[in-house]
């Protein structure tokens, strides 16, 4: 089941992308350009959109991306549950576009089931700060967004800041979760 619910999840954030296409008044925009192997490190959870995949991790939350040899990334996950386990999703990006674009899609199934469309799910940077210490991160459909840091907290200046430049992307910044580090 641990190894079917990323599938599911991708599947089905797939599905609702091809069902409720943007057109280009809605599209969303990215940043111009991404420097993966800058962009690689470790992450912490601020805040997040309600998602049913992340309903148990209750703090700590946090990703750790290292550059490969092929060029694609390696994506560890992390979470606390409530009874005190970390959880751990390991999985896989590759860029989508030139080597510094900002589009990268990820996948958390086996590799050998990477060439099934379905299972790759869209990971956009669309703000990032020019020293690479905070990041949001979200999908052509806006379902989903992250704001994660290089610290575990953030103050409360910057973290006003980028509600502001969400916003006006037009991000509902009303339904972002704060997440708990410890």
């Given at each position: ?136 991160v979200s999908e052509p459909s806006r379902n989903y967004l992250w704001i994660l840091a290089r610290t575990p907290a953030i103050d409360q200046k910057t973290y006003d800041a980028m509600l502001g430049r969400l916003r006006q992307r037009g991000f509902d910044t009303d ?8």
């Amino acid at each position: 089941m641990k190894k079917i619910l990323p599938l599911m999840i991708l599947f089905f954030c797939s599905l609702h992308s091809v069902a409720y296409g943007e057109t280009d008044a809605q599209a969303l925009s990215t940043i111009d350009t991404l420097d993966v192997p800058r962009y690689m490190g470790k992450w912490y959870e601020i805040a997040r959109y309600p998602n049913w995949f992340q309903k148990k991790c209750v703090s700590d939350t946090s990703a750790d991306y290292s550059l490969q040899t092929d060029g694609k990334v390696r994506v560890i996950n992390r979470c606390r549950q409530s009874n005190g386990e970390i959880k751990e999703a390991i999985g896989i990006a590759r860029q989508i576009g030139g080597s510094t674009s900002p589009k990268l899609q990820v996948s958390f199934v086996h590799p050998w089931l990477s060439f099934i469309p379905a299972v790759w799910g869209d990971y956009w940077v669309i703000d990032l700060d020019s020293q690479y210490q905070l990041v949001a991160v979200s999908e052509p459909s806006r379902n989903y967004l992250w704001i994660l840091a290089r610290t575990p907290a953030i103050d409360q200046k910057t973290y006003d800041a980028m509600l502001g430049r969400l916003r006006q992307r037009g991000f509902d910044t009303d339904k972002l979760i704060r997440s708990h580090q410890k």
